[in-house]
């Protein structure tokens, strides 16, 4: 890609995403790379900037990643977060010792504002702090630019190097100037102009689609979710015929979501496209009879995804590549680097280890969800696709605790519906970034009339986000809860008791499983 480009080394942080998707919204595009990367392929890519992210380690331990003293003397304005900021002090001469007291969570820290990464800051800001080591004196040729109470140095630069560090986190919407503070650094120290818009993407992305698959035959696994959609949409853009796409009804969909799929896809659809549905929830639940931990349900229903494609390739013909909608979060949270494997994606980790394609193709791979939408509306996908609620791969299997059954599939499938019906009811369906009902493994004692039952409990989840990579949970409005409680256990046969789940991302994830 001809863009400016940022780049953030990955140390083991949990935001080093985060962080990559912060840059793009100042409109520069961003992408995370391991600390390993050698210093050679970092000036051949001609980056504008870097940036280190967190890490759980000690950066005094021999054992903890570290880098060579030369990325500082190329030139290219650095920022340290965290982890990264010791990272900087340790390795040009500075000291990092333990805290006597560590910082976690909202912080008072006093800035610098005449320091360019603090231009436009309150004096006095709210940032999230996560260390138990600090910086307790700084290299030679810094300043320290920010401080707290017990953190002497909350941040630091030299402005000769274009070199730059904060203990705290800019990068979650918890520092509530920490976007300032980002655009302050891409913009006024790496001197970027912003040439990274949707519109572009969409353009170059037609053409080398249409260049890399040239008269080959093309195979889209599509869900009907937002991701696959908008790869397929693409793809049609690009080559037309040349692409079928096939929809796995898995059995493991949303009610009525199969019917629906096929109505916007399918031969009376809105789009050209060559679409085969396949109704495979017979060889899914016996692929899944007797499995129970998440990760195993997930790479299984990774593999027979890619098993059914097969078998459709091998009815149409030859077929040269398979496309995915793979989106950034998914590669990062299956492993980056060594950075810790949050859970297989089952379109990335999950995938077997010999596919019956030439190449697998992922046009969305570095994107993140909202950036997807912003494609599918320059594609003119209608919005109410576009903003339609995600729902991952693996469907229902990973909002089912334990084994997935008809009879539970039948129970979430319900509840699921009656939550969405009264969130859009209640008009809260456009201000939520994410909601569903999930069945947990829980059973217990309930009364219902004048009987004893000992049934499932429904867990219910809201979540407010912009990227899907943190998320904070909803506060929903108690009698919209209430009313969605009295119906599921009126309504739904199997169910007597419901939950409302009030944990944010980290440190759970957005889905049960």
Known sequence: ????????????????????????????????????????EIKALNPKGIIFTGGPNSVYDEESPHIAKEIFEMGIPILGICYGSQLMAYTLGGNVET????????????VDTTDVIFDGVSEKTVCWMSHTDYISNVPE?????????????????????????????PEVMHTTEGMKMLSNFVYKVCGCKGDWQMSSFVETTIKELKEKIGDGKVLCALSGG?????????LSKAIGKQLTCVFVDHGLLRKNEGDEVEAVFGPNGHYELNFIRVNAKDRYLEKLKGVEEPEAKRKIIGEEFIRVFEEEAKKIGSVDFLVQGTIYPDVIESGHGKSAVIKSHHNVGGLPDVVDFKEIVEPLRMLFKDEVRKVGLELGIPEYLVFRQPFPGPGLGIRIIGEVTEEKIKIVQEADYIYREEIAKAGLDKGLGQYFAGLTNMRSVGVMGDFRTYDYAIALRAVNTSDFMTADAAQLPWEVLAKVTNRIVNEVKGVNRVMYDCTGKPPATIEFE
Not at 99 to 110: D, I, K, L, N, R
Not at 226 to 234: F, K, P
């Open 1 to 40: 890609m001809n863009h400016e480009l940022i780049i953030v080394l990955d140390f083991g942080g949990q935001y080093n995403q985060l962080i990559a998707r912060r840059v793009r919204e100042c409109n520069v595009y961003c992408e995370v790379k391991p600390y390993t990367m050698p210093i050679e």
């Open 141 to 169: 040729g810094f300043k320290i630019t920010a401080h707290t109470p017990v953190c002497p140095v909350a941040g630091m630069s030299c402005d000769e190097k274009k070199l730059y560090a904060t203990q705290f986190h």
């Open 226 to 234: 937002v991701d696959s959609s908008v790869a397929a949409v693409l």
């Open 99 to 110: 805290a006597p007291v560590s910082e976690y969570g909202h912080t008072e820290v006093e």
